[in-house]
């Protein structure tokens, strides 16, 4: 209860602060609406993302999608353009995307955003100026429940991610666990869920601290945590912090197991060097899932690419069809008719599964997969399915 006050009060003084700036963007909304309402056969969509560090499949996924639906007209007769902006994990390239955007009359759609903490600052901002929001990286729960009609999320929120977490942590028979978190909003939230799913299943929380991002220095916290006694570590935080914990803890012979929320990217098994081997990793995609539509997807990604595509070169993919699909439904421009359209839609399967969306925007359920690094190969260990699915 004391967290979701602090949140409320938290969102409360950003608005605040905030409202003179909102009170010129909802005019910019007004615009919006006016410029889509002419007659025009494009639709312009930005994509943010931070491309260059995370070298991950984003770019080649979407830019995969893009050519499929305008090549094959899947958009209802109309073309889609990107305008691709790298973040780069810059807090100031960040907002100032998300301000070119919003100021943008003729976008319809923005697709994207990695992190938590930048996710939430421009939901807000495309909320008050009318963009359609389709997040496929971010997953702080708390963003599809503020009545935002613009919003629609493509990943799992936190809280449906670590409650199952939480579970298969019992049945895999650990009962003590050291916690630790980054300092900020995906990583406190993640791991308050986490926890609060443990509580539920009488596990015990061993060991819990936070880390900032700006200030990484695992070394006391390691020799710590060698005290400890606990069965596994939980770590909730993105690359490269992640890579930098483990290489750090294995370095002092802290050996017990790791599993992590944190995406294979290079970057992650730079920081990580040889302590990488064993840790497990929480995702949601398996390029090898035997589903016609993915399936086919890997083969035109291969073909493209000479390469097997990742989570975030299929979510880019599949967010891109979705977007495609309303605009094709709706024969529309105008970002609430399209938000609308992904909400009310039927259940569609894509190259990364079932999308199905509730009221709010967010997505009901998906499979969770967790991997485990062998011969410097993430292996697949185990995927938990949702209760439809069972």
């Not at 889509?36 to 056969?41: D, G, T, V």
């Not at 019992?170 to 995906?186: H, L, P, Q, S, T």
């Amino acid at each position: 209860m004391k967290r979701l006050l602090f949140t409320l009060l938290a969102i409360g003084l950003i608005a605040l602060a905030l409202w003179p700036q909102f009170l010129s963007y909802e005019q910019k909304g007004v615009g919006r609406f006016k410029v889509l309402s002419q007659p025009s056969k494009e639709v312009v969509v930005g994509v943010c993302w931070p491309f260059a560090i995370n070298q991950d499949g984003m770019h080649d996924g979407i830019l995969l999608a893009l050519d499929e639906i305008n090549s094959r007209k899947l958009a209802g007769g109309y073309t889609l353009r990107l305008v691709i902006r790298d973040d780069g994990f810059d807090p100031v390239k960040q907002k100032n995307i998300a301000i070119e955007f919003a100021n943008r009359p003729e976008m319809s759609a923005v697709i994207g955003y990695y992190d938590d903490g930048p996710a939430i600052q421009a939901s807000a901002l495309f909320e008050s100026s009318r963009l359609l929001h389709l997040m496929i990286g971010a997953n702080s729960t708390d963003m599809t429940s503020h009545g935002f009609q613009y919003i629609n999320r493509t990943i799992l929120s936190s809280d449906r991610i670590a409650w199952r977490l939480a579970r298969l942590t019992k049945e895999r028979g650990y009962r003590n666990v050291i916690v630790i978190w980054e300092e900020d909003a995906f990583g406190e939230d993640m791991a308050y869920q986490y926890q609060a799913g443990l509580d539920q299943l009488n596990i015990n929380v061993a060991y819990q601290s936070s880390y900032s991002r700006k200030n990484v220095d695992f070394r006391l916290l390691v020799n710590d945590l060698k005290m400890t006694n606990a069965d596994l570590i939980f770590f909730s935080g993105i690359e490269p912090a992640a890579g930098d914990f483990l290489r750090t803890a294995r370095k002092v012979g802290l050996n017990i197991p790791f599993v992590g929320f944190f995406a294979d990217t290079p970057e992650m098994r730079t920081h990580a060097g040889s302590a990488y081997e064993g840790a497990m990793f929480v995702d949601f995609y398996n390029p090898q899932s035997p589903t016609p539509e993915n399936q086919l997807f890997v083969s035109r990604y291969f073909a493209r690419y000479g390469k097997f595509p990742d989570t975030w070169a299929a979510q880019g993919y599949d967010a891109l069809y979705i977007l495609a699909r309303a605009i094709k439904f709706t024969g529309s421009r105008n970002p609430l008719d399209l938000s609308y359209a992904i909400r009310s839609s039927e259940v569609w399967e894509g190259a990364n599964g079932r999308y199905k969306f509730d009221s709010t925007g967010n997505l009901e359920d998906k499979p969770l997969v967790i991997y485990k690094i062998q011969n410097q190969v993430p292996v697949l260990m185990q995927r938990d399915l949702p209760q439809h699915l069972k």
